[in-house]
């Protein structure tokens, strides 16, 4: 693991897992194709491939808002998950993990995001703001992400946008 994923790693996370309506052949199968955000994702205007390969995959995220994201893989292993960065260009770098499980004979997706928000601000300053701001946006948009992905598996249609409500940093 390289020092900055090391880095990343010991800061706090936000995590968002949910039961999975569906085979895990099914879920993988959604997650792993390219512009795969423009079926699920409830805050996604565009999702374009830049290079879809597998592990060091590139995509571009444009939100509802205008904010372009670009995401960068770096582990992808076939119906278990992968992890990426993503950001805007040239700007901070979330971590993002995608995890698919079974518990208890059940399938679920786990995202967890090390978001760069405050990455550089001792803990004893950033506590509160993360505690009060952070971690109830991410784990509101990880719910929305999530529940778009049982929507689309359980409906066979494309997610509205907004559907589970309005987000104030993406919509």
């Not at 792993?32 to 592990?55: D, M, Q, V, Y």
Request: proline share 4%.
């Amino acid at each position: 693991m390289s020092r900055d994923l090391h880095k990343i790693k010991k800061m706090w996370k936000i995590e968002y897992e949910e039961k999975i309506n569906s085979s895990i052949e099914s879920l993988w199968e959604l997650i792993s194709l390219p512009s795969n955000l423009e079926l699920f994702h409830p805050f996604c205007r565009s999702n374009k491939a830049i290079k879809w390969s597998g592990e060091n995959s590139i995509d571009e995220l444009i939100y509802l808002n205008g904010l372009k994201y670009i995401r960068k893989f770096t582990k992808w292993e076939k119906k278990k998950g992968y992890s990426l960065f993503i950001g805007e260009r040239n700007k901070g770098q979330s971590y993002v993990t995608w995890c698919i499980y079974k518990k208890k004979e059940c399938l679920y997706l786990k995202i967890s995001v090390y978001p760069y928000f405050l990455r550089n601000f001792p803990k004893i300053i950033s506590y509160i703001p993360y505690k009060l701001i952070i971690i109830p946006a991410l784990q509101s948009y990880l719910k929305s992400v999530v529940g778009g992905i049982n929507y689309y598996l359980e409906t066979k249609s494309i997610t509205p946008k907004n559907y589970f409500g309005e987000h104030k940093w993406f919509s």
